[in-house]
T-cell receptor, first 112, second 111 residues
Framework: GNSVTQMEGPVTLSEEAFLTINCTYT??????LFWYVQYPGEGLQLLLK?????DKGSNKGFEATYRKETTSFHLEKGSVQVSDSAVYFC???????????FGKGTLLTVNP | DADVTQTPRNRITKTGKRIMLECSQT?????MYWYRQDPGLGLRLIYY???????NKGEISDGYSVSRQAQAKFSLSLESAIPNQTALYFC??????????FGPGTRLTVL
């Protein structure tokens, strides 16, 4: 079945450090790929997405590229801020049933 | 006002009690979902609905039931709550495969 594996946390960085959170997926066909972010005490919100191979999703300084050959969708940011502290979820989905399959989440803490 | 609302936001109950969690949306979406979130396990799909007459089980539906009262309302029930149903529950809606919109969550504790 479909699955998503993402880097286990927690990840702790200093402000302005470079961030990478790895995500790989297994799927039949070519799903859409997503990164969701959950700030403390809130629900999930879409951070970025890519719907086909080689697409790059970007938002708020975060980027991720849909790599079909490595079945990956790694999240990157060049310079993190304290306000980026949150849990990040990689997900795949789409198709006729519109269901999403989530990774287990990665807690990011950014210290000043 | 929030597009997807959940009530209650927090609930503590006892083993064996019946509990209903409610979700309402103003986005006009046909598709609605219930997930539970457990530390280290991510989000897992409990039930989903494509319209009022279409209800489908997700990967962990045992011990849960749902009701789609209207396009805008989707309720999750625990008929007889047990401690391992202690979790954070999220409702979500969508109209396309590109995005789901999540409510703020309900934190449920079963003693």
């Amino acid at each position: 079945g479909n699955s998503v594996t993402q880097m286990e946390g927690p990840v702790t960085l200093s402000e302005e450090a470079f961030l990478t959170i790895n995500c790989t997926y297994t799927a039949t066909g070519y799903p859409s790929l997503f990164w969701y972010v959950q700030y403390p005490g809130e629900g999930l919100q879409l951070l970025l997405k890519a719907t086909k191979a080689d697409d790059k999703g970007s938002n708020k300084g975060f980027e991720a590229t849909y790599r079909k050959e490595t079945t990956s969708f790694h999240l990157e940011k060049g310079s993190v801020q304290v306000s980026d502290s949150a849990v990040y979820f990689c997900a795949q989905g789409g198709g006729s049933n519109y269901k999403l399959t989530f990774g287990k989440g990665t807690l990011l803490t950014v210290n000043p | 006002d929030a597009d997807v609302t959940q009530t209650p936001r927090n609930r503590i109950t006892k083993t064996g009690k019946r509990i209903m969690l409610e979700c309402s949306q103003t986005k006009g979406h046909d598709r609605m979902y219930w997930y539970r979130q457990d530390p280290g396990l991510g989000l897992r799909l409990i039930y989903y609905s494509f319209d009022v007459k279409d209800i489908n089980k997700g990967e962990i539906s045992d011990g849960y039931s749902v009701s789609r009262q209207a396009q805008a309302k989707f309720s999750l029930s625990l008929e007889s709550a047990i401690p391992n149903q202690t979790a954070l529950y999220f409702c979500a809606t969508s109209e396309s495969y590109n995005e789901q919109f999540f409510g703020p969550g309900t934190r449920l504790t079963v003693l």
